[in-house]
């Protein structure tokens, strides 16, 4: 028995062999190499997309913390912006003295990001009383005023002499450029 076999099957055949025989080596060589680095790679992405959604959560969170704060204490956020005016605290304070003297000691070395002047005051009052009201009006003024102990009161007569020292801060400038710049951000 004679198999006839044409010509151009033979060389179809030949052809369709060298085909897979590419194929096959074109897959182990690229594709199952490749294949395992993608998979390597997509694994990678996939950790590294949830330590982002981790961070971006938090930042929304921190961010959200922040505008809150912001809205709380919008009060001593604009009394840090505010400067000092000492004409001004005595006409506000003036009711709960009889005599008020305010007189400005030379600015301090910043602290933190704040710019520090004390102010040295003597004053005359008719009771302790009015003292401590005077002490809760300064908590509600427009300034971020500390009193520093220690306070004194020597008895005059029938009234009290009192002189204490305050230190009123307020923002610098170059602590109010980069706070705003990091807000904008």
């Known amino acids: 028995m004679k198999i006839s076999i044409s010509r151009q099957h033979i060389y179809l055949l030949f052809f369709s062999f060298v085909l897979f025989m590419f194929v096959v080596l074109f897959s182990f060589a690229l594709l199952i190499p490749e294949g395992k680095e993608y998979r390597v790679k997509r694994a990678q992405m996939i950790k590294e997309l949830k330590e982002l959604r981790k961070y971006q959560d938090f930042s929304d969170e921190t961010f959200a913390t922040l505008k809150e704060l912001q809205s709380e204490n919008r009060h001593v956020i ?9 004409e001004r605290f ?96």
């Open 78 to 86: 604009s009394a840090l912006d505010r400067v000092f005016d000492i």
């Open 90 to 185: 005595q006409k506000s304070h003036s009711s709960y003295f009889n005599s008020l003297n305010i007189t400005k000691i030379e600015p301090l070395e910043p602290e933190d990001g704040f710019s520090v002047y004390e102010v040295n005051t003597s004053s005359k009052i008719s009771t302790p009383t009015t003292f401590y009201e005077f002490l809760d009006s300064i908590n509600k003024s427009d300034w971020i005023i500390d009193v520093t102990f220690p306070i004194e009161f020597k008895r005059e007569a029938d009234l009290i002499k009192s002189s204490f020292t305050m230190k009123v801060y307020h923002n610098s400038v170059e602590s109010n450029s980069t706070a705003s710049e990091s807000v904008d951000k």
